[in-house]
């Protein structure tokens, strides 16, 4: 009896902790896109042309988002691409997650979002309502994901290091300081 009860608790634990309970993915304040433009001005040229991207879908092949890497790792930024759908409740759980730290260090290091396996209206709709500060790109069929190793479980991320070392994430980053640490260890190491 005493092990069922352990094991019931248990589940209710890990239940909330996979919810995202207690953390500030989001509940916590949502920023507007002129909200955002306006903490990021000054950002470096590559990274300014995210910004200047800012919440658009972009159309893409392996060649063009991996052009765009290719740049701003050469120009020594890390890069941290998350994969989304519009569809999957966990990464509308850290959207904003995404939204306050692409601010806080998005002169520091480049975000870019992946689409994936997605339908490009709903995407679009989403990013209206949790507009980011840089672009994502359409990724449907899932081969650019694939190309990147991110897997196939939403969200994942993949970090980045200027000089091309690869980290992945799989599953969502329910606060900022944990995503802020991963960013840090990973994308600006």
């Not at 993915?25 to 040229?45: H, I, M, N, T, V």
Request: glycine share 8%; charged share 20%; hydrophobic share 45%.
């Amino acid at each position: 009896m005493l092990g069922a009860a352990v094991a019931v608790i248990a589940v209710v634990i890990v239940g909330v902790v996979q919810a995202g309970g207690g953390s500030k993915g989001g509940d916590g304040p949502k920023l507007s896109l002129a909200q955002q433009r306006a903490e990021l001005q000054g950002a470096p040229a590559e990274l300014a042309a995210l910004h200047a991207q800012a919440s658009e879908l972009l159309p893409t092949d392996s060649k063009t988002l991996t052009a765009r890497i290719a740049a701003l790792r050469a120009a020594g930024h890390g890069v941290v691409i998350n994969k989304w759908a519009a569809w999957c409740g966990p990464c509308r759980l850290e959207f904003p997650v995404f939204q306050r730290v692409s601010v806080k260090l998005g002169k520091q290091v480049a975000f870019l979002g992946l689409d994936s396996n997605d339908n490009a209206d709903d995407a679009r709709s989403f990013l209206r309502q949790l507009p980011l500060s840089y672009p994502s790109y359409e990724d449907r069929s899932a081969r650019i994901a694939q190309q990147l190793q991110a897997g196939k479980f939403f969200p994942t991320t993949v970090f980045i290091d200027p000089r091309g070392r690869r980290t992945v994430h799989q599953g969502p980053f329910n606060d900022d300081v944990s995503l802020e640490q991963a960013i840090r260890r990973y994308a600006l190491s």
